[in-house]
């Protein structure tokens, strides 16, 4: 009899233990993927970046903190920390690492994994600095969005003919030897010709090179300057916006970041946009697509932003017909 009550209890036990054992496995809920994120910039200045980003995640259903986890790395403009930031969320196996902020970034990245996908907003060519093979087929494990279009260069230098006494010559800022530049500088010559404007070209790929370039400016006939885009550049331009200020030099930029700090005005692909489509690819890796199957993107669209306050300030009026082009005036 209490052997048969023995067998009984083991066998309710067993049956127990079985009948648990899915209810337990059930809630251990599946590991959030995660996003590594580098960046060359503070957070600070990179909410509304890091906004645009999550933004295109959420158009791939992945939303952070509910199923998707994000690991920042901010390197706060001290490039040289990049590198162990990267390795750092290379060892930590995040699904995918976002590199933004300028190229150093994505360098790192790369310099770091050849496993770990990794998007990213490129500052200057990626197959000219060897991070991808082509736009269309990107290659290995790297792809995102190239802001730059060399094709809007006209379009800035006819905005600041419109500004400009006819006597005047335009100058424009460009990194010494970058083959973008001399693409984006070709186009501006060409531009200047066909409006017959006295025409200026200003290197610099140094800060106090930048600060040389300004003084020559000064002592010439130079009535207004066209910022080439670069990765450099966006680095310097608190350098370049005060150096144009003082100067009273009216001064046109590629992204509204040099508008936003005080430059006159800013014509060139959202930021925020490319940083959207960088999330959009990411949720795209995150649901199983390879780089080398998403080509390298360009931008669709281009905005004009006034700064009316540092028009004031260099007693420029704005004429209306720019006025009305404008997608975005600060006053």
Known sequence: MQSCQLRRREFITLLGGVAAWP????AQQPAKPVIGFL??????????????????????????????????RWAEGQNERLPAQAIDLARR??????AVGGDPSTHAA????????????????PVQTDLVASLNRPGGNVTGVYPVSHALESKRLALLHNLIPKGKAIAMLVYSGRATSELQLEEARNAAV?????????????????DRAFATL???RVGGLMVSADAFFNSRREQIVTLATFHKIPALYHVREFAAAGGLMSYGASISDSYRQVGVYTGRILKGAKPLDLP???????????????AKALGLTIPDKVLALADEVIE
């Open 39 to 72: 960046s060359g910039r503070s957070s600070e200045e990179s909410r509304y970046l890091v906004a645009a980003f999550n933004d295109g995640l959420r158009g791939e259903d992945f939303i952070e903190g509910q199923n998707v986890m994000i690991e920042y």
């Open 93 to 98: 196996q995040v699904a995918v690492i976002v």
């Open 110 to 125: 790369k310099a770091a994994t050849t496993r770990i996908p990794i998007a990213c907003v490129f500052g200057t060519d």
């Open 296 to 310: 390298v993107l360009q931008p669709t669209k281009f905005d004009l932003v006034i700064n009316l306050r540092t």
């Open 23 to 26: 209810l337990g496995a059930h």
């Open 194 to 210: 066909a409006l017959e404007r006295e025409f200026q070209v200003l290197n610099a790929a140094t800060p106090s090179e930048i």
């Open 218 to 220: 000064t002592q010439s």
